[in-house]
């Protein structure tokens, strides 16, 4: 119910912006204010989409978490919605959520909710039998190679998993 009061709201502010600039600049000023705005934003939205999608394909080639990635992505999306959707005060916000060091900020609250609600997890804790341990440590380390993202991958049998968040890890 919150959402479509909101959206009411948004809405019914959009068009008081749009008559009250369409008063004080005329009908044909306000129509290639709104036409220039989505033409700037197009192209800013297709250079930050490229931006974003070659940023993703290097944090999979490197073997890195891409949760910044994604999430930067889905920003450029979101931008790229409000940027559909004709209107002064959407193309502002799209254009604001173009400038990289925003999107950012946001991601990074974003995460932060995430973690605290409890839907986003680092990852599984496996215990595993049959090889050494760390670079140094005592006991063979047979199998043992680097993989890219400079920890040490090592073959062996999984003995038990439990998810991160498990308090008996």
Known sequence: MRVLVALAVGLAVEITVLVLV???????????????SAVVGFLALRHEGRRSLVELGRAARSGR??????????????AGVLLVVPGLLSTLAALVLLVPPVRRALARRAADRAVRAGSARMGPTVTVAGVGGPAGAAGPTWGARPDPAGTRSFRG??????????PDS
Do not use: H, N
């Open 157 to 166: 049998t999984v003995i038990e998993a439990r998810p991160a968040d498990d």
């Open 65 to 78: 978490p891409a949760e910044a990635e994604v999430a930067d992505g889905m920003y450029v999306a979101l």
């Open 22 to 36: 369409g008063q004080a600049i005329g009908f044909w000023g306000l129509l290639g204010v709104l036409v220039l």
